[in-house]
């Protein structure tokens, strides 16, 4: 809505899904965590099934906007949409899981990796909508963490983390360290993955983690913030959420 | 010339029958159609707060709502939460610490500000500038603000806790 008040879209026909109930819901389907596409996200915030098995979201909820916001805007819309300093983009990449999407030739499902592709831009083909989202619950070793830098509470990210792993130890086993604010879409920071998994965390492999981050990643700068202090600062919140999975 | 889509929506517990055009805000309606000034339009991209309504018993911001979006809902501005009386404490509150000056953002923080203290009625004063973060006020500084709305929050504990002490 906001981008048809600024005249960033211009679309001929605008079609209302709200009425949709089918698009409604928060509910555990086998074993996964079923999120439809028209949950709000104050109804993300505030669900006992999120805290329990999605608690990443939980955490990340408050971050999003202000509460009038909170209480229109959709999962769903927000995934769509796919603005690389939102949050939920980069929590699904981070929690991992499916897309399902229902066009003319029938639902299918797309995996989290492999949709967000660009600027406002995801695999989403012309007459598709997106229905839901299937997660893996959180297990009891699960870590997760959520961290983002804003000017002002609300605001655009500057530069935020999404991350999820299991605990092994001292160790994180298989982690997704999805970033905000820092592309032309949400992504994660393979490499630093690839670093992390397994490795026991001490203020070394910390160390290494951020610097492997800092050169993975090519922010681009904004209205406000450089690169380099993007990719400074996205260093700092991954210092941070590594140093709280010791704990 | 774009169609008009007819409507039908309660307002401050009055039924309307409108044809609006589809590209006309909520906010737009509430006082262009209606004459209900009091919604205030500062962004109208969703940032700024003086539109900020309750649609089905919920705010929202009344610049990102297409008036279409509320065809079959209940919308309270805030007109009709003042003269239900639902907000006295809040306004009489915001009166005593003098916690509006040209009063453009007030009526958005009102009706945020009700919300906050019916569904966090534990709020901290950090939580209380949180929660009306995404309401702007240019003349104030905030503090009148939170200083009214913590006080309410006390007001409204000491009342829900007086019907058992009696007993």
């Known amino acids: 809505m906001a981008t048809l008040a600024m005249r960033l879209s211009e679309p001929a026909l605008l079609i209302d899904l709200s009425a949709l109930d089918a698009l409604r819901g928060i509910a555990r389907v086998g074993d996964r965590l079923r999120i439809g596409a ?9 669900s006992p099934l999120v805290a329990r098995h999605a608690p990443l979201l939980g955490q990340a909820a408050p971050h999003i906007a202000h509460r009038a916001i909170r209480n229109a805007g959709t999962w769903g819309g927000s995934l769509a949409h796919a603005d690389p300093a939102a949050e939920w983009p980069a929590c ?3 929690l991992g899981g499916a897309v399902i999407v229902r066009g003319p030739d029938g639902e299918r499902r797309i995996d989290a990796d492999d949709f967000f592709v660009g600027l406002y831009e995801t695999a989403l083909q012309p007459g598709e909508v997106l229905v839901a989202t299937e997660i ?31 605990r092994a130890g001292a160790a994180l086993r298989a982690p997704r360290i999805a970033l905000l604010g820092v592309g032309t879409t949400s992504a994660r920071a393979r490499r630093t993955e690839a670093l992390l998994d ?47 999975a010791q704990a | 010339m774009a169609d008009l889509y007819p409507i039908r929506l309660t307002v401050n517990g009055e039924s309307h029958q409108c044809h609006v055009s589809p590209r006309t805000t909520l906010a737009e309606f509430l006082r ?25 018993g919920r705010t929202v911001r009344g610049c990102l709502t297409l008036a279409v979006q509320a065809d079959g809902a209940q919308v309270q501005t805030i007109e009709g939460l003042s003269r ?3 907000i006295q404490d809040l306004q009489d509150a915001f009166v005593q610490h003098n916690a509006l000056q040209c009063g453009f953002c007030t009526s958005g923080m009102l009706v945020t500000a009700k919300e906050l203290v019916e569904q966090r009625p534990d709020a901290s004063r950090a939580e209380v ?6 309401n702007y006020c240019r003349c104030t500084g ?4 939170v200083d009214a709305i913590v006080e309410v929050l006390a007001q409204r504990k000491a009342r829900a806790v007086l019907p058992m002490e009696e007993i």
């Not at chain 1, 028209?38 to 505030?46: K, N």
């Not at chain 1, 959180?138 to 963490?145: E, L, M, V």
């Not at chain 1, 209205?223 to 941070?240: D, E, N, Y």
């Open chain 1, 38 to 46: 028209l949950v709000t996200h104050s109804e993300i915030e505030s």
């Open chain 1, 92 to 94: 699904l990449l981070a």
């Open chain 1, 136 to 166: 893996e619950p959180a297990g009891s070793d699960a870590w997760f963490g959520f961290s983002e830098l804003a000017r002002r509470r609300g605001d655009y990210a500057v530069v935020g983390i999404a991350a999820t792993a299991s």
């Open chain 1, 198 to 244: 397994g490795r026991a965390l001490d203020a070394g492999t910390i160390a290494q983690a951020v610097a492997s981050l800092r050169a993975e990643i090519d922010p681009l700068p904004d209205l406000t913030h450089s690169s380099s202090t993007k990719r400074h600062l996205a260093g700092v919140l991954l210092q941070r959420l590594l140093a709280s």
């Open chain 2, 32 to 56: 262009e159609v209606l004459g209900l000034k009091g919604t205030h339009l500062g962004c109208e991209h969703g940032v700024c707060g003086a539109c900020t309504v309750e649609l089905n």
């Open chain 2, 84 to 86: 239900r009386g639902v």
């Open chain 2, 129 to 134: 500038r949180e929660w009306i973060s995404g």
């Open chain 2, 142 to 145: 905030y503090h009148a603000i």
